[in-house]
């Protein structure tokens, strides 16, 4: 699965192995640049909205970049959507948070085996922001998927899903 994981654009004219191969490097550098900036900013307690900020500025600047060589099915690419992700869900941009795991989710289930938690993971989080956005249809459906997905990892009986299950009548 590496290929599909290093998938580039289809282009026409598509980028040479050097430019691929620069692009990883400037992937790997801004991965550990957004790790270095969120623990070192944390340190200084700036405000926690500037930080959000900058840190959601390098997601979306890394992301345009590594756009014009890599799918968004890139592994580099769905770790900088995850971190956007993450970012959003913090700062309560919850339409943020949904377009960005709606990118994520397909790449993931094409990536992990059919009964990841890291699929159940997203779907959750997919169906709680349907759920706070309004959208129950959307929510109840990303919610069984991932239920479906945890009841064969964990056990139909293991008290995640029960609570899931809460949830979904709550609603």
């Known amino acids: 699965q590496d290929k599909e994981k290093l998938e580039i654009c289809k282009l026409n004219d598509p980028p040479s192995a050097e430019t691929v191969k620069d692009m990883i490097k400037y992937a790997r550098n801004v991965i550990e640049e957004f790790r270095r900036a969120k623990h ?3 340190i200084l307690c700036l405000t926690l909205t500037t930080v959000a900020c900058e840190l959601l500025e390098i997601c979306e600047l890394s992301l345009d970049k590594m756009g014009a060589v890599f799918e968004d099915s890139n592994v580099y690419m769905l770790h900088m959507m995850y971190q956007a992700m993450g970012v959003c869900l913090y700062v309560q941009d919850w339409e943020g948070a949904l377009c960005y795991g709606q990118k994520i989710i ?7 085996p059919s009964y990841s938690l890291n699929v159940a993971s997203m779907w959750l989080k997919l169906g709680r922001l349907y759920m706070a956005l309004k959208n129950r249809t959307a929510g109840v459906k990303a ?6 997905i945890m009841e064969v990892a964990h056990g139909k ?3 995640y899903i029960s609570e899931i299950k809460k949830e979904l009548e709550d609603h």
């Open 143 to 148: 919610l069984k998927r991932a239920i479906a």
């Open 106 to 112: 397909r790449p993931y289930s094409k990536h992990y």
């Open 157 to 159: 009986d293991h008290p």
């Open 40 to 42: 070192y900013k944390y």
